[in-house]
């Protein structure tokens, strides 16, 4: 097998993917077809694994009753954090609504299996923690495929991950990591929402390069 | 501005992508032009970061004598992780010749800043571990960016952390992440190197997914 040849417009098209995947708040309530969600988590697992040690998990969340505990865990984990900001950064903060777990169609919580006997222990002794960034990186995955489907993901982190992790009844050895709003969104842009609202700019790359 | 259309060709030639993107562990010694590397490390900064945090922090290795050590420090861990293992699949292990640390034309060691002021902490005082995952998603983003130019990425992970801090002076607050070969590969190939010396098989998707 050759392998293929990108060319300069898929490059060009690809860039305009990575500025164009945003965490997405604000979803309209139109469903997403199962059959796509299931191509999106199809190609979130050729992401790259330690070992190919593939730990991602995923727990596709559609009961209302879980769904409302999730909501209950984010609106006392949020209330908590702005506690922490004062003034003018908190009232930003509050408007930044920052959870579209109301509004998405698709709930996806996603964990690491730190027990799966695959990859066997290959390339983590030194570096325990790539076993999780190996679903980190699944979770990267499936944002990029939705966003080429026109498809936003919002990435709920302000949440009591024991708290997630017992309301979804995942199994023990299971690690949560992340829980994922998907849906068409309401405001397409390509300026991350924190940019917009004045909490943090872009900052410029050189700075962040050291040469060794 | 309006959000841009991606095809249904886009959406096929990034799923094989997804699937080139390989890591690679043997490589040409040509060089890769610094305008080049400037480039992917620019789209790699393109990735998601919690609160804006951008805490992602590259190190371009060029210096022969730190090269050297990088080497040394993996040839040891090695050595080590080697012990760990018996049989076949100590010499499956062996023969998988791990590093191109010694062919990889560039040398890329990666690090989350994890005191940086920026992103204000917003979104992860219950999940503090997003920092460092959004310097994995730009490590990703990296990867993918290189597959899109044909160039291979290997990730090092069989290195002892505090020892590549030190040969690589980094400053004290940031958290060693990644240890990256970039170059053109030797041999290009769609099946994970993993795979093709029989250390494990790609896992059906079924089973790794929920419903709840």
Not at 30 to 57: C, E, K, Y
Not at 108 to 127: C, E, H, K, N, Y
Not at 184 to 199: F, M, Y
Request: charged fraction near 20%.
């Amino acid at each position: 097998m050759t392998s293929p040849i990108f060319t300069p417009a898929f490059r060009a098209d690809f860039e305009n993917l990575l500025r164009w995947r945003r965490d997405v708040r604000h979803f309209l309530t139109d469903p997403v077809a199962p059959a796509l969600i299931d191509n999106l988590l199809r190609q979130a697992m050729l992401a790259p694994s330690v070992g190919f040690s593939q730990p991602w998990r995923w727990v596709l969340v559609d009961d209302p009753a879980r769904r409302a505990a999730i909501t209950e865990n984010f609106e006392q984990a949020n209330a908590e954090a702005l506690a922490n900001y004062h003034d003018t950064q908190a009232e930003s903060y509050a408007r930044l609504k920052l959870a579209g777990v109301r509004e998405a169609p698709v709930h996806i919580a996603v964990f690491a299996d730190t027990a799966a006997p695959t990859g066997s222990g290959l390339g983590r002794q030194t570096m325990p923690g790539t076993l999780i960034w190996s679903a980190v990186m699944a979770i990267h995955t499936l944002w990029l495929a939705a966003a080429a489907e026109g498809l936003g993901l919002g990435w709920v982190s302000i949440l009591d991950p024991a708290k997630a992790h017992a309301t979804l009844e995942a199994p023990a050895d299971w690690t949560f990591l992340a829980y994922l709003c998907l849906g068409w969104p309401a405001v397409p842009s390509p300026d991350p929402l924190l940019e917009r609202e004045g909490w943090e700019r872009r900052l410029p790359p050189e700075p962040l390069i050291l040469r060794r």
